[in-house]
């Protein structure tokens, strides 16, 4: 059983939501994103989607693609990515890291030189946007072989009859993308996620955690209740983006709004 599995199927059997926070690597340098990392987690994160740099982040709003653009403004690649891992690793071999980016970085590596190199750093599991289950029948082949799972995506606008193939091939959770739209956006209606969740639960028992529209304690709270957890991104990258030039001021900052985050969880 992965690692991502084991964290997930623990919160669910202790009745805590998992709270899943997404920054970008190297955003906004390097060296902060391994101490960010661990100070997530210190502040009650279950799992960290740990971005990596890509110059057309389709599926983004302004705000994470200028976490994108600062990274790769650093010359973060890849292979800094991973190694930034496999540093995180050398303190937490606990909490669970999701690479969750774009497939050409993966494709200019090559899958399988990817995936070992993935595998040996300790990361956990992928979130490819641009590649659909549908497709990714090589990609995932290779990171069924080095223990890597794969987790899909699921929209508003998913049928029945898709998402019954999507929660198939995903491992670990299913991450259902509450809106219409890019990552940051505001506008989100919980009553519907509410009546979504409810058709994809009669379709598969794997764990959904809702992301996009996260902004802060109240609206975790408010999704949690109808999910085994949420996914935070945007309203962290969104402090990175405050205090580029105080870099001290991040990590105060983050934890406090992803420890608020978890107290709100916690009373559920």
Do not use: W
């Amino acid at each position: 059983m992965s690692r991502l599995t084991i964290k997930v199927e623990a919160n669910q059997t202790a009745g805590r939501k998992s709270l899943v926070a997404y920054i970008v690597a190297g955003d906004p340098v390097k060296d902060l994103t391994v101490k960010l990392m661990h100070a997530m987690v210190d502040a009650g994160v279950d799992i960290i989607e740990l971005g990596f740099p890509f110059s057309d982040p389709e599926a983004e709003g302004p705000v994470i693609q200028l976490a994108h653009e600062r990274a790769l403004k650093h010359g973060t690649s890849l292979r800094d990515v991973l190694l930034m891992v496999e540093e995180f690793r050398q303190g937490d071999t606990d909490t669970p890291v999701i690479l969750m980016g774009y497939l050409n970085p993966i494709e200019l590596m090559g899958y399988e030189a990817f995936c070992v190199f993935a595998s040996s750093t300790g990361v956990d599991g992928t979130i490819i946007v641009n590649l659909p289950p549908e497709e990714s029948g090589v990609f995932s082949s290779h990171l069924e072989n080095h223990d890597i799972d794969s987790v899909y995506l699921l929209a508003p606008t998913t049928t029945d009859k898709r998402a019954a193939y999507v929660t198939a091939q995903s491992r670990g959770f299913v991450y259902y993308v509450s809106l219409k739209g890019t990552t940051g956006a505001s506008n989100l209606d919980v009553t519907d996620v509410g009546e979504k969740l409810s058709r994809f639960r009669e379709i598969s028992s794997l764990p959904v955690m809702v992301g996009f529209g996260i902004k802060d304690a109240a609206t975790a709270a408010e999704v949690a209740q109808i999910s085994d957890g949420v996914v935070v991104g945007s309203a962290i990258v969104n402090l990175i983006a405050k205090h580029e030039n105080e870099l001290g001021s991040v990590i105060p900052d983050v934890t406090e709004l992803l420890g608020g985050i978890r107290k709100s969880l916690d009373k559920i």
